[in-house]
């Protein structure tokens, strides 16, 4: 289905951008793309999730998932979040990769160093391989290693 997905969107003159998303150039979602890259953004509504850089520190949000439980904690607390912690460096580090390495470009390699305090290792089998291509600062996933794409962040987080 990923083959197929890609050789129809391909023969419509969409591009993909993202591991799931597809677009005509330079018309990829900025909304998503925030996600992707780790911007900030805050979960509001029922079962929504953010992440906040708050005093350099990453913030993880959720809130209740049910809309009556949202609704009688915003009533409350002025709030419907339940849950807030503040992700360790490690943690911060691997979001950034599981989630970056889904975008065709891939991940800053100084960024997640920034982040972690350590280098990131790239596995020597998987450039071998053709799974994995680094250019630069950046690492990404190739045509071949997209298909698997879970493997490869797993192989790549701390």
Not at 13 to 22: A, D, Q, R, T, V
Not at 23 to 32: F, V
Not at 80 to 100: F, P, Q, R, Y
Request: net charge negative; proline share 3%.
């Amino acid at each position: 289905m990923f083959d197929l997905t890609n050789e129809t969107c391909a023969a419509a003159g969409l591009e993909p951008y993202e591991i799931s998303n597809y677009s005509c150039s330079g018309l990829e979602s900025i909304h998503n793309i925030i996600y992707w890259r780790g911007g900030d953004y805050i979960g509001i509504g029922p079962g929504a999730h953010g992440r906040l850089t708050l005093s350099g520190e990453r913030l993880a949000t959720q809130t209740a998932l049910s809309p009556s439980a949202w609704l009688d904690r915003v009533s409350l607390n002025s709030s419907g979040t339940v849950k807030s912690e503040t992700l360790s460096k490690t943690d911060h580090a691997n979001e950034l990769i599981m989630m970056g390495l889904r975008m065709r470009g891939g991940i800053s390699r100084s960024r997640i160093q920034a982040v972690s305090g350590q280098a990131i290792q790239i596995p020597k089998h998987l450039v071998d391989l053709g799974f994995i291509e680094v250019c630069e600062d950046w690492v990404r996933a190739t045509e071949a290693g997209r298909p698997l794409l879970n493997q490869l962040v797993q192989a790549l987080m701390y």
